[in-house]
């Protein structure tokens, strides 16, 4: 059952009209890249075009996935928000899952340190390039407030006590610096390194690595340098209290909440525990993971421990939790996380390094037990969070979709506004694929609010990796989910080990990387093709079945015929009896439903050998997408088969269609035959536009039975080009590695004028030895807009395919199943596919098809078609909607749904002739729209002469279609139907790297997505209504929350003077007290978001109350609970008129007992 959605009409908008007349007479008025109308027959009909340059803009929306290459990390304990800096100077905000936020410094240097101002909606950063920034996080869309760039001293650490506003920084030089966040200016007050250490050592005791206040007197500070030396620093008398000293590099220090203890994590894997009034040595000197010698002597020397955290509980012992230490004969034993709890030591191993680590505390306040319930520990490529509550510290589920880069992305597509019914399908067999054994508990990391946005529309983006496998996520209203995984190297023998490695792969590595995907989304046909020119066919069922055998088909795809006197080996495919069209006779073949009988031949050249070996087991096929069939391009004369360059199905015609630099093969996947295999010049018959000069003369050609193919020949690829300096030996070095059966060169040593169709998809990413930044060359070759004299003699790969319902040939009176192709030098073919009638007959008589030779010609190889109907409306493709294929034989609902064809919705042959269609086609230097059935040019535009598209897409906007075009100087552009109308062009990205080339795609809506790193989808969108609603949709980070009450100090703490003790800051570090600092220290830049924009976004109440009591705090008033509050309100009164008056009406008949 096949049916056709109706054209898309245009709803509402500004309806402009179209006259080509009118046009024609302008003509001399247009420029050369500007559309030129050309008038055809019939076609001066007026065509409604109703987008306008106004209804585009282009912005950024959202970025997903993992941030790449992290460099540091900080947690809001109150407001519960992760913050993620990296190398690249980005910053990754994480609330609740659904609300995250990207920002970027403008500088690009590596963020080394995070600190939230807590429950504040503010943060402070420190870069590489010796800067600190503070951002407004009170906004959706974080901007900074002011920055602060240090001249004269390299920062190393940075420290803001809780409710504090003097942020102290450490240098490379040992000094520190003390700024108010306030106003970002610098106090006076420098503790510098000399001071702090006098005579207690001769040498300089190396960079600040750490600042920290004593929980228990914020007037002691301290001071941790790198040397060894840890320093007690007092604030008001300035001199230090203690001095203590450890043969030892210090990597970082931790707190006991009592503020009597400290430790300290060292570069030979130890720990040491200080009582703060005994410097001489330490009370406890611990190698937790030392092997511990019987003669009392010190244990082996570990790995350094980078960090150390020393967190208390009320009701058991303390956790120490570090990370490194790991004695140095653990050769090849993975990173590691200990956590330390009372006798037990849990050693945690992680996937990847760990950059950073932080323990999740039920206190914001550093002078309480600090009740630790979870660890977030940042690796290189993941994000993990421990459960520290039970036993085993098993590890909560990331709800955020951060496993992107599981495996290296290959190929990527984006369907906006797709079926409703396709998401709970997926995530109805995705949902079963789910690990076993997370943490019972709520995610931790739950603040922000989402966004309110109105965008109703489903969005799937499918990805296609390395390893074989295909990722279906949700991608609605600017949020990702995963929805379901498939593996496609399921199908295939593995290689157990190296050795075992078939000599027949192309490809060093990955050999089951997915390199393009054609998914039908009404029908959920899925076809997928891979690295090592093999094509997979999916079917989706809710049920689980067992194959038995998987079909196979393996197809010889050659560039050219020559004769042969007999085939090479035949499996059991028969030849199907000659067809009546012009073209060669198609043949079939059956499946193969056991391995290839065809061998190396006798003189040791492979020949008819398939890249990959099909398992022979039964597969068990699980509820999801299931494999209807396998198709693979086998090895020609010693020559391995060219990859698959592209690819198309079509479920109303059981079709797949693909295509590389030798040729194209038809393959009907209800029958399982191969219906035509053509080389490129073939399809042109006697009309070859080309002089292709060959070495040997053509022999006549014969049809060769045996194989599935009409085309076989012995002559290799070497034969065929007259000039062995040309582009083809570059190219085939390029493939083949040079010699004749050579694995594939991964190399990306590119002719400047190579095609980039065939760049972008030979190249598969590897994962092994090149590193994934390396390998993403920027390419910005030189093109030449005209096919040169060399180009004309390399190989034509098929480059593009569009099944439609259209006509053919100029005297067409109807329409008919076709087609269409595209090649990389620019030709658009047609090729007639006459269909059996639907239900049984489908499966029993052969689809008969034919070439219909050229259509026309562009610049530059041809990338996409689309088809619209006489009123300019998109035609989309015929579709067979999905069914169960795994309903019992007798089903009556599977023979409602096989017998029934509705008719097509598309225009009839009883319609008159002028109710035509208009064909698009957009190459990487041209768009044209073809009047049809005349095959008349009737609009071209020159896109580009200097770069070339490397994606387009015909796109459905809300209010009519167009061509979005993706160039490779990074121009995003956009022109109208049919009037190719240029209505948007922006230049997006500076520089355009193979990732981003490979992964870009635009999809309905406006809406479009690409790599931007090898972890993180980058969206955006080209859709004025969209940027106008992105405020909305977006999430909030900050959300008025109360900050918890400080720890009672208790009577007897507070009779005999025990307890927190404060400090009056202001007085040490103000101008008044300190002076001014040199003004060539730092230099005060401020920043776009502005103090005003800070004070206008924390307009609440609550700011106020968190600003009155830091502002008590910092007088060192003490108050009691109820005081506090009453001069908090009278804070907030001041500043808010409209709130005092509200807490008057509601408090004044209040008794003193109702309080």
């Known amino acids: 059952m096949c049916s056709r959605p109706p054209p898309s009409l245009a709803p509402g908008g500004k309806m402009k009209k179209f006259n080509i007349r009118k046009v024609l007479d302008g003509l001399t008025a247009v420029s050369s890249p500007s559309p030129s109308p050309q008038l055809g027959s019939k076609e001066n009909e007026l065509i409604p075009e109703t987008l306008q340059s106004e209804h585009f803009q282009l912005c950024k929306t959202v970025r997903h996935g993992f941030p790449y290459q992290p460099s540091s990390m900080a947690f809001d304990p109150v407001q519960k928000i992760l913050a993620i800096g990296t190398q690249s100077g980005a910053l990754r905000l994480f609330g609740r899952p659904g609300v995250e936020c990207y920002c970027q410094h403008e500088s690009g240097a590596a963020v080394i340190q995070l600190q939230f101002l807590i429950n504040e909606g503010a943060l402070v950063s420190a870069l590489a390039d010796d800067s600190i920034h503070l951002w407004n996080l009170r906004q959706k869309r974080p901007a900074v407030l002011h920055s602060l760039k240090f001249n004269k001293e390299r920062i190393t650490f940075c420290h803001l006590p809780f409710q504090s506003k003097w942020l102290y920084i ?10 108010n966040v306030e106003s ?9 390194w000399n001071k702090a250490i006098e005579l207690s050592s001769k040498a300089h005791p190396g960079p600040v690595v750490h600042i920290s206040d004593n929980p228990m007197d914020e007037g002691k500070l301290i001071i941790g340098f790198e040397s060894g030396i840890v320093v007690l620093w007092d604030l008001k008398s300035k001199r230090a209290d203690y001095r203590y000293t450890y043969d030892e590099a210090i990597h970082s220090v931790a707190w006991h909440h009592e503020g009597k203890q400290f430790i300290c994590s060292h570069s030979d894997g130890t720990l040491t525990i200080w009582n703060i009034k005994s410097p001489a040595k330490p009370v406890q000197t611990i190698t937790p993971h030392g092997k511990q010698p019987k003669d009392g002597k010190k244990p082996e020397p570990c790995k350094p421990i980078l960090k150390v955290e020393y967190k208390t509980t009320r009701a058991g012992d303390p956790f120490m939790i570090f990370s490194g230490g790991l004695s140095y004969d653990t050769v090849g034993r993975r990173p590691c996380l200990t956590v330390m709890h009372g006798k037990s030591t849990a050693v945690l191993e992680m996937d990847y390094p760990i950059v950073d680590f932080l323990t999740l505390c039920e206190t914001p306040y550093p002078n309480d037990f600090q009740e630790p319930y979870a660890v977030v520990v940042l690796l290189e490529k993941d994000l993990v969070v421990i459960d520290l509550a039970q036993n085993g510290y098993p590890i909560f589920e990331n709800p955020y979709p951060m496993m992107i880069h599981e495996s290296p992305v290959t190929s990527c597509e984006y369907l906006a506004d797709c079926p409703v019914d396709l998401i709970p399908a997926l995530y109805s067999v995705g949902s079963r694929q789910k690990r076993q054994g997370y943490s019972k508990k709520e995610w931790p990391i739950s603040g922000g609010n989402w966004g309110l946005g109105t965008q109703s529309y489903p969005e799937i983006i499918i990805t296609g990796h390395a390893d074989g496998s295909v990722k279906f996520w949700d991608a609605s209203a600017i949020m990702l989910q995963v929805l379901y995984k498939l593996k496609t190297a399921k199908v295939f023998e593995k290689a157990r080990c190296k050795e075992e490695k078939p000599s027949t792969e192309i490809v060093d590595e990955d050999p089951f990387a997915i390199q393009l995907m054609s998914w ?27 194959t038995e055998v998987v079909q196979l088909l393996e197809v010889r795809l050659q560039y050219e015929l020559n004769d042969l006197e007999s085939p090479e080996g035949g499996g059991d495919q028969t030849p199907a009896p000659p067809t009546p069209s012009t073209s060669p006779s198609p043949q079939t073949a059956g499946p193969q439903t056991h391995p290839s009988t065809s061998s190396n031949s006798s003189d040791g050249m492979r020949d008819n050998i398939p890249c990959l070996k099909v398992r022979s087991s039964p597969l068990k096929q699980s509820p999801g997408y299931q494999v209807e069939l396998v198709v693979q391009l086998v090895w020609v004369s010693g020559e391995p088969p060219q990859q698959i360059s592209s690819l198309a199905i079509n479920s109303c015609y059981g079709l797949v269609v693909f295509g590389n630099s030798n040729g194209l093969a038809v393959v009907d996947y209800l029958q399982k035959t191969v219906l035509l295999n053509l080389g490129t010049m073939e399809l042109y018959g006697s009309n070859d536009p080309y002089q292709r000069q060959l070495r040997s003369p053509r022999k006549s050609r014969q049809p060769s039975g045996g194989l599935c193919d009409i085309n076989e020949g012995s002559a290799t690829s070497e034969d065929r080009c007259k000039s062995p300096t040309s582009v083809l030996s570059n190219h085939q070095q390029f493939y083949n590695g040079g010699g004749r059966g050579a694995k594939m060169s991964r190399k990306l040593s590119l002719p400047t004028e190579l095609k980039p169709d065939l760049v972008l998809l030979s190249v598969c990413p590897p994962r092994g030895s090149i590193p994934l930044d390396n390998r993403d060359n920027s390419f910005s070759r030189s093109r030449s807009s005209s096919v040169t004299s060399i180009d004309k003699e390399s190989r034509e790969a098929i480059t593009s395919f569009y099944f439609c319902e259209t006509y053919t040939r100029k005297a067409d009176g109807g329409l008919t199943p076709s087609l269409w192709v595209g090649t990389s030098l620019g030709t658009v073919l047609a090729i007639s596919l006459n269909m059996p009638p639907a239900g049984e007959q489908r499966l029993l008589q052969p689809v008969i098809v034919s070439p219909c030779g050229t259509l ?46 509705p008719v097509s919705v598309s225009p009839s042959t009883s319609q008159e002739l002028n109710e035509n269609q208009y064909a698009v086609v957009c190459s990487e230097k041209q768009a044209k729209v073809i009047a049809l059935p005349s095959q008349t040019c009737v609009f071209k535009h020159n896109i580009t002469e200097t770069s070339f598209v490397l994606r387009a897409d015909v796109v459905q906007m809300n209010t009519g279609i167009c061509v979005a075009c993706f160039c490779a100087n990074g121009h995003i552009m956009t022109l109208s139907l049919p009037g190719l109308r240029p209505l948007l062009d922006v230049n997006y990205l500076p520089l355009t790297n193979m990732r981003i ?3 870009f795609c635009f999809s309905n809506l406006g809406q479009a997505l690409y790599l931007t790193s090898p972890t993180e989808i980058q969206r955006i969108t080209y859709s004025q209504e969209v940027c106008e609603n992105l405020q909305e949709m977006l999430g909030e980070l900050f959300t008025p929350v109360e900050t918890p009450e400080a720890p009672n100090r208790g009577f007897f703490k507070g009779l005999f003077g025990g307890g927190a003790q404060s400090l009056d800051r202001e007085e040490l570090f103000g101008e008044t007290g300190a002076g001014k600092a040199p003004r060539s220290l730092a230099q005060h830049i401020p920043g776009p978001g502005g103090i005003e924009g800070m004070k206008g976004a924390a307009s609440g109440i609550v700011g106020d109350l968190a600003r009155a009591r830091i502002a008590l705090d910092e007088r060192g008033q003490k108050l009691s609970d109820v005081e506090e509050r009453t001069a908090a309100m009278m804070a907030s009164a001041d500043s808010f008129s409209k709130h005092a008056h509200e807490m008057m009406l509601k408090c004044k008949d209040k008794k003193w007992y109702q309080f």
């Open 184 to 192: 970002f200016t610098l106090s006076g007050y420098t503790i510098m």
């Open 520 to 546: 039908c989304p009404e029908s959920r046909m899925l076809c997928v093709a891979g690295v090592s020119a093999h094509v997979i066919i999916y079917r989706f069922s809710k049920q689980e079945i067992t």
């Open 997 to 999: 080339a490979r992964t």
């Open 170 to 179: 450490g240098s490379e030089r040992g000094n520190i610096h003390i700024v």
């Open 856 to 901: 026309n010609r562009l610049k530059g190889s041809v990338l996409r078609m689309a088809f619209l109907d006489s009123t300019g409306s998109l035609l989309p493709s015929a579709f067979e909607p999905w069914y169960e294929p795994n309903a019992p034989a007798n089903g009556e609902e599977r023979d409602k749904v096989r017998k029934r064809r």
